[in-house]
T-cell receptor, first 116, second 113 residues
Framework: DQQVKQNSPSLSVQEGRISILNCDYTNSMFDYFLWYKKYPAEGPTFLISISSIKDKNEDGRFTVFLNKSAKHLSLHIVPSQPGDSAVYFCAASARNYGGSQGNLIFGKGTKLSVKP | DAGVTQSPTHLIKTRGQQVTLRCSPKSGHDTVSWYQQALGQGPQFIFQYYEEEERQRGNFPDRFSGHQFPNYSSELNVNALLLGDSALYLC????????????FGPGTRLLVL
């Protein structure tokens, strides 16, 4: 049973527009969420994170929104650039429960293509 | 500043064999985690090492074992290889006090024939 779900395998966006990547989770104990970006032949690269005590975190062109009641988070990229084309993974952790810090549960990823 | 490095980059083994994968963490990091990423899936947590001890373990059989050395580098060992062990094996390093912010290596692609 998948605890972290990314239901869109792919997303195509025009350069300069907004990219919105979605992620849903089922485990109520998750209290920390991260987004990673992965290029082919490279390991995932940390992008941005958010704690469950917040509903928004922003870093440059990247903003993550968390809706705890809906168990949903999203990553917004504005404006999108061709270099953003990659696979984006959502990950979750139950940081404050049972000493499971660092045990990241990943979704299957969404492949973002940003067209010039 | 060197990031996380892994060796080898690719490996081909046959069923029943044993394999050892190696990882050097990012400078200053003390914690190493290992993940298995099957094709079309997200990375799946295998285990985490800190202070040369296994601190957490995911849902993987005992055929998967590891080690961390005093210089924080780590090895992942897989015994009695199965075809289903074919995957990309990712090593990630972090600080134990901020174990979620993990920096990943490029991975080792293992193919079991």
């Amino acid at each position: 049973d998948q605890q972290v779900k990314q239901n869109s395998p792919s997303l195509s966006v025009q350069e300069g527009r907004i990219s919105i990547l979605n992620c849903d989770y089922t485990n109520s104990m998750f209290d920390y969420f991260l987004w990673y970006k992965k290029y082919p032949a490279e390991g995932p690269t940390f992008l941005i994170s958010i704690s469950s005590i917040k509903d928004k975190n922003e870093d440059g062109r990247f903003t993550v929104f968390l809706n705890k009641s809906a168990k949903h988070l999203s990553l917004h990229i504005v404006p999108s650039q061709p270099g953003d084309s990659a696979v984006y993974f959502c990950a979750a952790s139950a940081r404050n429960y049972g000493g499971s810090q660092g045990n990241l549960i990943f979704g299957k990823g969404t492949k973002l293509s940003v067209k010039p | 500043d060197a990031g996380v490095t892994q060796s080898p980059t690719h490996l081909i083994k046959t069923r029943g064999q044993q394999v050892t994968l190696r990882c050097s963490p990012k400078s200053g990091h003390d914690t190493v985690s290992w993940y298995q990423q099957a094709l079309g899936q997200g990375p799946q947590f295998i285990f985490q090492y800190y202070e040369e001890e296994e601190r957490q373990r995911g849902n993987f059989p005992d055929r998967f074992s590891g080690h961390q050395f005093p210089n924080y580098s780590s090895e992942l060992n897989v015994n009695a290889l199965l075809l289903g062990d074919s995957a990309l094996y990712l090593c990630a390093s972090s600080l134990y006090r901020d174990a979620e912010t993990q920096y990943f290596g490029p991975g080792t692609r293992l193919l079991v024939l």
